[in-house]
């Protein structure tokens, strides 16, 4: 009735005023064919077997909408002409709409009226979720957004905090929430591999002071502390996640990116959602304290169970933190496997039960605090072959200080090597591979021209490295490498992990010549600008950070598999 009544013929099939705009790649309702095109429709089926129809107006249609004309009055004798629109002076036959016309009718209108609704809520729900996600600013600690184009780390932070109904029970009575479990997730760059690497609560760090940010929008800044366990990194003192990430940082070197914090509620409600998690152990358990009660072998826990298993210690190897961390780890990999399985991603209601407990369960920094860039997260780590997913925990040794043994320190001969794997996207399980990549970008960094040793003009800073390593480092390269216009420009603006050589373009036969010298790998060359040296001549710059081995030693030799336990999330391991 409606397009009768605007002028379109009693003939017009809906489906044909859904035509396809070639700029935008969608349908459009098109009310008059000499008019704009009207909201975008979606693409019904219906919409799509009919679409290519001409958008031309129909016989009746124009009739209708164009001014009549009065005809011209024909001579006496002159022979009748038929009137335009028909043939041989007769008139059109009308036809009836037949049954399969009613039937696209009602199936196009309805179709489209059902999909705008479907869209229309769609949206509703994800402001829905949107308002599930509670967010943490963090200021300086992460990043500023999220990039699906470079690799990431986020912290994972289980806290302690008797939070939720039904937690009475757990954690530490008038506990602040304490970072009681801890996995840094670093996704490689390539999406070729991931690590997962547990940081043990009571491990002996140093806690930088931290600003964080008040509900009345001033900042506070809460001190650090040196030599105290991890888990006081969060919650005491005031401290939130971005005092954790940035512990993280100072400790181990690795730059984190963003965090995502949960309570004692995500276990039951995530492991619920997905109707249950697998989980193996060699022999029964009837654990008194967690009430975790399984046989042996293979079961499925989810809800209560579910937190019971992972807060068990006193069943578990020697009923350490340790050996917590293990189990914890298997159940994560499990955990991956179901949420990535075909029996959930084909299922909506597992979907929506998934999404609603995620976004309830978590809290998270600004930068990807919205439920589309938490989607976006989870599809770069989807990305990553299972078997690529590594589950490790921090080396470590007992600290020596104590005579009973209840914290632990870093194991100064493994926990650097796995600190710098992580950070330079080289895989706990792939690094053969790993290796020939790097080799590969080395190569394609270093191709061309380089200058003579004599030639290259650097200014050498300590950004890290041991005290008096620019110094070493200039008579190394000036008496035993022939660098002599170089110069000691003392300590750099800021500490880095990693040792770079920044160079202008014009300056890329120098870097490239220091770079072969010094051994760096391709990735320690950064494009940009020159400075002046103590001359007023430009000249590169050698920045040394952590990671310099000492002046002559080469920093690009091959990686070597990590001497540490570990696991990947495509295997099953019963806990012991």
């Known amino acids: 009735m409606d397009a009768q009544r605007r002028g379109r013929g009693e003939q017009m099939d809906p489906a044909d005023q859904w035509v396809l705009n070639p700029n935008t790649g969608e349908y459009e309702l098109r009310l008059n064919p000499s008019a704009a095109q ?8 219906t919409a799509r077997s009919t679409g290519a129809r001409s958008a031309a107006p129909r016989e009746g249609a124009t009739r209708s909408t164009r001014t ?22 007769r008139r059109p036959v009308q036809q009836k709409p037949n049954k399969a016309k009613k039937v696209l009718l009602w199936t196009g209108g309805t179709m489209a009226f059902v999909l705008v609704g479907v869209s229309a809520a769609g949206y509703f729900y994800l402001q829905h979720l949107e308002g599930n996600v509670s967010t943490t ?13 470079e690799a990431f780390s986020v912290l994972i932070i289980g806290t302690d905090k008797r939070t939720g109904e039904g937690n009475e029970g757990y954690g530490d009575k008038g506990s602040s929430g304490h970072a009681d479990t801890t996995i840094l997730l670093h996704v490689a ?47 005491e003192g005031g401290r939130d996640p971005g005092c954790t990430m940035r ?48 046989p042996a072998g293979e079961s499925t826990v989810e809800g209560e169970q579910a937190l019971a298993f992972v807060r068990t210690r006193k069943s578990f190897g020697n009923s ?19 949420m990535a399985s075909s029996d959930t991603l084909t299922s909506p209601s597992k979907l929506l039960n998934l999404a609603e407990a995620a976004t309830k369960a978590l809290t998270v920094d600004q930068a990807i605090g ?53 950070e330079n996207d080289v895989s706990l399980t792939e690094v053969k591979q790993q290796e020939k990549k790097e080799k590969d970008a080395q190569a394609a960094r270093l191709k061309g021209s380089k200058s003579a040793a004599s030639e290259v003009r650097v200014r050498i800073m300590n950004g890290g490295a041991v005290a008096g390593s620019a110094q070493k480092t200039l008579q190394y390269l000036q008496v035993e490498e022939g660098v002599d216009k170089s110069e000691n420009a003392g300590n750099a603006p800021a500490e880095l992990a990693k040792t770079t050589l920044e160079y202008a373009p014009d300056q890329a036969d120098q870097a490239r010549r220091l770079a072969d010298i010094m051994g760096l790998p391709g990735s320690a060359l950064k494009p940009g600008e020159s400075v002046t040296n103590s001359q ?41």
């Open 68 to 89: 009549e004309v009065p005809p011209q009055r024909r001579r006496r004798g002159a022979p009748e002409e038929p009137p335009p629109g028909r043939r041989g002076g």
């Open 38 to 45: 009207s909201r975008t429709a979606p693409r019904t089926a």
């Open 189 to 235: 760059k390539d999406r070729s591999n991931a690590t997962a690497l547990s940081i043990p609560r009571d491990l002996i760090v140093n806690i930088p002071d931290c600003p964080t940010k008040l509900e009345d929008g001033s900042e506070k800044v809460v001190p650090g502390n040196q030599g105290v366990r991890f888990n006081r990194s969060l919650g």
């Open 137 to 149: 600013d963090v200021g300086s600690a992460g990043a500023s957004n999220f990039s699906k184009d």
């Open 320 to 338: 350490g933190d340790l050996d917590r961390i293990k189990v914890q780890q298997q159940f994560l990999g499990s955990l991956m496997r179901k």
């Open 370 to 422: 919205r439920v589309s860039t938490l989607k976006d997260v989870a599809l770069e780590l989807k990305k990553v072959p299972t078997k690529n997913i590594s589950f490790t925990t921090v080396p470590v040794v007992d600290n020596p200080a104590e005579t009973v043994k209840a914290t632990v320190i870093f194991d100064k001969s493994k926990a650097p090597q796995v600190f710098d794997m992580i």
């Open 536 to 576: 007023g001549v430009p000249a590169i710059t050698l920045t040394l950070g952590k990671d310099f081995k000492g002046a002559g030693v080469k920093l690009n030799a091959p990686a070597k598999a990590a001497d540490v336990e570990k696991s990947t999330a495509d295997k099953v391991k019963c806990a012991s």
């Open 247 to 294: 512990t993280v940082k100072e400790n181990t070197g690795i730059t984190v990116d963003h965090f995502m914090m949960a309570d004692f509620n995500a276990v039951k409600t995530l492991t619920t959602a997905v109707e249950g998690v697998d989980v193996c152990v060699e022999k029964p358990v009837n654990d008194k304290e967690s009430k975790l009660v399984l």
